[in-house]
T-cell receptor, first 111, second 113 residues
Framework: EAQVTQNPRYLITVTGKKLTVTCSQN?????MSWYRQDPGLGLRQIYY???????DKGDVPEGYKVSRKEKRNFPLILESPSPNQTSLYFCASSGSYNEQFFGPGTRLTVL | AQTVTQSQPEMSVQEAETVTLSCTYDTSESDYYLFWYKQPPSRQMILVIR??????QNATENRFSVNFQKAAKSFSLKISDSQLGDAAMYFC??????????FGQGTRLTINP
């Protein structure tokens, strides 16, 4: 089954404790992205990757890092999380100009 | 920068009736894509319908159709014969190229039985 998976689905952590949210897709897509969703703001792009070792900032990259060492994986790293990063996070992938496929979302709470 | 605006934070409709969700966008480009996504309580993002800007014909998918007005930069979603399962948050989105979607703020749709 074609899908985008994210782990964990839920995470509660404390300020300053490094964390990684994993994202993997099995569709051999070149493009992958991370979004955060906040009430009243819709989804905003954090980072995107156009292929292995090619990443670039989206609209809200501050406080986040990404890497793309393999085509299928695109982890999101929060090196020192803060409460304003409490949000719902989505990973998405797409091939060429086709639709983006979204993962199930990760609900992150930073205390 | 491209922006997408959904001016209706909430809408409600009686079951079996028709409802239209509004979306406007701002861009200087001529080649782009527009989407409507549905987000039910499960939080999964589900593609409802897609419109290519170069196509004049409005896209339709079963009970879902769009009214795409390129000159006015308007992209509304019409849901006919509303069903309880249509209750969700709906997001309008714009894309140029493959790497970025710009989303509106969302419209929460309630279906009254």
């Amino acid at each position: 089954e074609a899908q985008v998976t994210q782990n964990p689905r839920y995470l509660i952590t404390v300020t300053g404790k490094k964390l990684t949210v994993t994202c993997s897709q099995n569709m051999n897509h070149e493009y992958m992205s991370w979004y955060r969703q906040d009430p009243g703001l819709g989804l905003r792009q954090i980072y995107y990757s156009m292929n292995v070792e090619v990443t670039d900032k989206g609209d809200v990259p501050e406080g986040y890092k990404v890497s793309r060492k393999e085509k299928r994986n695109f982890p999101l790293i929060l090196e020192s999380p803060s409460p304003n990063q409490t949000s719902l996070y989505f990973c998405a992938s797409s091939g060429s100009y086709n639709e983006q496929f979204f993962g199930p979302g990760t609900r992150l709470t930073v205390l | 920068a491209q922006t997408v605006t959904q001016s209706q934070p909430e809408m409600s409709v009686q079951e079996a009736e028709t409802v239209t969700l509004s979306c406007t966008y701002d861009t200087s480009e001529s080649d782009y894509y527009l989407f409507w996504y549905k987000q039910p309580p499960s939080r999964q993002m589900i593609l409802v319908i897609r419109q290519e800007a170069y196509k004049q014909q409005n896209a339709t998918e079963n009970r879902f159709s769009v009214n795409f007005q390129k000159a006015a930069k308007s992209f509304s979603l019409k849901i006919s014969d509303s069903q309880l399962g249509d209750a969700a948050m709906y997001f309008c989105a714009y894309r140029r190229g493959a790497q970025k979607l710009v989303f509106g703020q969302g419209t929460r749709l309630t279906i009254n039985p």
